[in-house]
């Protein structure tokens, strides 16, 4: 492995008058082939070690149908949407119908979901997400994160309707939401 070379080797010393002590010269230890050593255990590890393995989000694709106008059509008796607003609020309604709309938060929509799962027929029940454009990246993960929570099987990301959009900005100025 490492040698060591302490420079002189042994002359037999003389002791007494009149002999010269000898130079002693630094050991030094030649680490060349435990450098070697640690690449060669580095590079094992590199390539015996096993990587992440991505991770990937399950997609359900509607079915197909003859008329493409009715392939996402959705029941009115088990629709539920979900309108995210600003500063943590949410909105929602049921049916198709926006101007029933409410207010709520993360810790009561939960309420409303679960409520809603029990009345409603599980094949029929879907429930539909619009984030505003005033809603942050993380009430959005929080709602799907909801929609896990709950075992929700159907529900989709949808754009908000100008609509729905100018009735969440009017009770939020009722309600004080800046």
């Not at 030649?30 to 590890?45: C, E, N, Q, S, Y």
């Amino acid at each position: 492995m490492a040698s060591m070379d302490t420079g002189g080797g042994d002359q037999g010393h003389k002791k007494g008058p009149g002999v010269k002590k000898a130079k002693k010269l630094s050991t030094r230890v030649d680490m060349t082939p435990m450098v070697d050593l640690g690449f060669l255990l580095i590079t094992f590890f590199i390539f015996t070690t096993t990587m992440a393995q991505p991770t990937a989000m399950n997609l359900f694709m509607p079915k197909d149908v003859q008329k493409p106008e009715e392939q996402n059509k959705v029941k009115e008796s088990g629709a539920f949407t979900i309108i995210l607003g600003k500063q943590d609020q949410i909105y929602y309604y049921e049916g198709l119908d926006p101007t029933k709309l409410q207010a709520s938060n993360f810790k009561g929509i939960r309420e409303q979901i679960l409520t809603k799962k029990k009345t409603t027929n599980p094949e029929d029940l879907v429930v539909i997400l619009k984030p505003t454009p005033d809603a942050t990246y993380k009430n959005t993960v929080d709602i799907l994160d909801e929609m896990t929570i709950c075992e929700i099987k159907r529900y989709a990301m949808v754009d908000v309707a100008p609509q729905e959009y100018e009735l969440v900005k009017i009770t939020e100025a009722a309600a004080g939401i800046k």
